[in-house]
């Protein structure tokens, strides 16, 4: 089901129009659904745990690093993260992850990376929801999709709603710029959300 912006492009005004790269309807889909076969209540990761990042997002930041991509962006700078063979990365408890970052002092917030982070978004939306209400953090993430083609039915919609910035698109080689704050390609947007709702734009 496209997303409402797709019928009226004028809703979507602060925002560019979907530029070249992005998926559309169906394909775009497939890039989250189905999510990545994890049992419940665990999470695969394709790195350690980061902490003190300046380069994810403001101020220190803890980064959790996804395992699992399907966009295989030209240029990725991650491409052993692509895999869903369950023997690649590390299946970890959401628990166990939580433990982790309760014993982090000094961070302002966490952001995930990936891979795609929205192939994993019952197990992150509860990592988010841990790092508001309990450690006070802000959350950001990353995705390769586009926002407005989101889908809004099921549980990527209820990820993006907790999230209180998301990077979004794929990396496009063609549109590389070194200059940028905390992308790589200028068809990827700073999208600030509130409640899943553009905010505002970087
Ligand atoms: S979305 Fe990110 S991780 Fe996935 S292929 Fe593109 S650059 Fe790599």
Known sequence: MPAKEDLDPNT???????????????????????????????????????RDSIVNGPGL????????????CPGCQNPETWTEDPTVGATVSVEKVKEELRK???QSGITFCGGEPMLQCKALL???????EELGWNVWSFTGLVYERIPRD???WEFIKEL???????????????TLKFRGSRNQRILHLKNGEIESVE
């Open 126 to 132: 509860e990592i988010a929801k841990f790092c508001h």
């Open 104 to 106: 982090l002092k000094g």
């Open 61 to 72: 930041r803890a980064v959790l690093w996804t395992q699992g991509c399907r966009q295989h």
């Open 164 to 178: 209180d910035a998301l990077i979004d698109g794929p990396f496009i080689q063609s549109q590389r710029d070194l």
């Open 12 to 50: 979507v005004s602060k925002t560019r129009k979907p530029a070249d790269g992005d998926r559309t309807g169906e394909l775009q889909i497939s890039l989250c659904r189905p999510q990545l076969d994890v049992p419940d209540g665990y999470i695969r990761l394709s790195g350690d745990l980061e």
């Open 154 to 156: 099921g549980i990527e």
